[in-house]
């Protein structure tokens, strides 16, 4: 099996940090140090870096280098209108195109939030999180629609969503608000799938602008 490049050994490596919270909004990533880190050239973190700043997952700071990004409440709010279009969108081709292995998996996916929540591994959980909402795109089994959901800066949200590990209530809520969808999709009823996702949304949103 052919390796991966050095540049994404190191885009990957960091973009997985900064989604599952173990870099916060605003860190510097200094490339000598994370080079060194991850055992690649500073030519390949830098080239990792620039896949991350295109994704907007880290933005340059005013006298330069690589910060992790961080949204403004316009961004927040902007982002949950598209996921919400995108991930409804999703769910009715699911229901056209019902599996119950797609369904399977997915309650799968929320036995693994529910286990690391459990664990107090709170950056397993938003990785569960991101998992759970990806995989719903990813079983519409539309490309285009696929390709909309990853160029748009979208995991962003996700990151964000990390920073409420010191809300249990919140992680509570997601587990079960996840449960509904699969419930729903399990049951064929798409409309009601739909309800449990744009409520998800709206409170993500509402704990997100209200994290200090």
């Known amino acids: 099996m052919k390796s991966l490049p050095l540049s994404t050994k190191a885009y990957l ?8 919270n173990q870099l916060t909004a605003k860190t510097r990533l200094k490339e000598d140090e994370w080079a060194s880190k991850i055992g690649v050239s500073r030519m390949a973190l830098r080239e990792a870096l620039n ?10 700071g005013e006298k330069g280098g690589y910060y992790v ?3 403004k409440a316009r961004e927040v709010h902007m ?10 969108g999703a769910i009715r ?10 369904i399977d998996t997915l309650e799968k996916i929320c036995n693994e939030f529910t286990a690391m929540v459990k664990e107090n591994y709170f950056g397993g959980a938003c990785e569960a999180d991101i998992k759970f909402h990806e995989t719903i795109i ?6 285009k629609l696929m390709l909309a959901y990853t160029v748009s800066h979208i995991p962003l949200f996700h990151h964000q969503m990390g ?8 992680y509570e ?8 969808i699969v419930k729903a999709l399990k049951e064929r009823n798409a409309d009601l799938a739909i309800k449990w996702l744009i409520k998800h949304f709206a409170r993500g949103e509402t704990v997100m602008l209200n994290i200090d």
């Open 51 to 60: 896949r991350l700043h295109g994704e907007q997952l880290v933005s340059l």
């Open 138 to 143: 990813e079983f519409a089994e539309n490309e």
């Open 69 to 71: 990004s961080f949204l």
């Open 173 to 180: 809520l997601t587990d079960k608000e996840h449960r509904q």
């Open 79 to 88: 982002i949950r209108e598209l996921r919400e279009i995108l991930e409804v």
């Open 13 to 20: 490596q960091i973009r997985k940090l900064i989604l599952s």
């Open 93 to 102: 081709l699911i229901a056209k195109k019902f599996n119950k292995k797609k």
């Open 163 to 170: 920073k409420t590990h010191k809300l249990l209530s919140d």
